[in-house]
């Protein structure tokens, strides 16, 4: 059995130190990228035109500009953030034994792209279309598929179905306790946020509001995804030992 205790003891031990802003830097990626894509092609600008001639009656973009930029925003970050975002947790695994390297962050790109995008979309299309029907079984599907990007940083090669069904398999009976463990850092992404508004009510500018919540939110992440690396290796030490998936399967 794990503990929540223990998991988070373990991760707070796998980037203390120096190794701690090496992970900042790799969670960082997720949350810069993003705001590159925005920024690149002028997508809040549209959508904030957009907004406006809703609000006013007076065009301001046409439908079809705005639609073409949400969906080129959208694809950007289908071919790009997707595998990205395997590469993290890929490194967050690798920092566990001491072998985690910058480069991780780009594995989701190497062998495997196509299988890494594809099985993404797919698993993030079944989550909200289940979240579509009522949020708690968009939590469920979320919770039961939370080791899918893990899966396919040990081997992006796995096909999407087999990726979902060892997910299934490792977080059966596990669920609660891993919602209960992903509610504990409420407090901690919470914490910049009031501060935020804290600053905002003494009159604090809004550029020094947005850098401490993007900054708070920043620092804090390296934590959270370290202990959810250090779930995922348990629960996969655990897999393999009860007949769950073979090693081979995951590169190991």
């Known amino acids: 059995m794990w503990s929540r205790e223990i998991v988070k003891s373990n991760a707070k031990a796998a980037i203390r130190g120096g190794k701690y802003w090496m992970a900042f830097l790799v969670s960082a990626m997720v949350s810069i990228v993003p705001s590159l894509i925005e920024w690149i092609t002028g997508y809040q600008e549209v959508n904030d035109k957009w907004a406006a001639s809703m609000g006013s009656g007076v065009i301001q973009v046409e439908s079809s500009v705005f639609m073409g930029?949400?969906?080129v925003f959208v694809l950007?970050?289908?071919?790009?953030?997707?595998?990205?975002?395997?590469?993290?947790?890929g490194f967050f695994v690798r920092n566990r034994f001491d072998a985690g390297r910058f480069s991780d962050v780009f594995?989701?790109?190497?062998n495997g792209y196509g299988s890494v995008v594809l099985t993404n979309f797919v698993t993030n299309l079944f989550i909200g279309l289940?979240?579509?029907?009522?949020?708690?079984?968009?939590?469920y599907k979320a919770?039961?598929?939370?080791?899918?990007?893990?899966l396919l940083s040990d081997n992006p090669q796995l096909s999407g179905q087999?990726?979902?069904q060892i997910s299934r398999l490792m977080t059966d009976g596990e669920k609660g306790a891993i919602l209960v463990l992903v509610l504990s850092f409420i407090g901690w992404f919470l914490l910049p946020i009031v501060l935020s508004v804290v600053l905002g009510m003494i009159g604090a500018p809004e550029f020094v509001l947005n850098l401490v919540v993007t900054?708070?939110?920043a620092l804090i992440m390296p934590y959270y995804y370290a202990t959810l690396a250090e779930l995922y290796i348990f629960l996969r030490d655990r897999a393999i030992?009860?007949?769950?998936?073979?090693?081979?399967?995951?590169?190991?």
């Open 76 to 89: 950007l970050n289908i071919f790009i953030l997707f595998p990205l975002t395997v590469g993290v947790y």
């Open 69 to 71: 930029y949400n969906l």
């Open 143 to 150: 919770l039961q598929y939370i080791m899918v990007p893990f």
């Open 107 to 110: 594995l989701g790109f190497r």
């Open 215 to 217: 900054l708070g939110l």
């Open 130 to 139: 289940w979240t579509l029907l009522l949020i708690i079984p968009g939590i």
């Open 241 to 252: 030992q009860t007949g769950m998936v073979q090693p081979e399967e995951l590169s190991l």
């Open 162 to 164: 087999r990726v979902r």
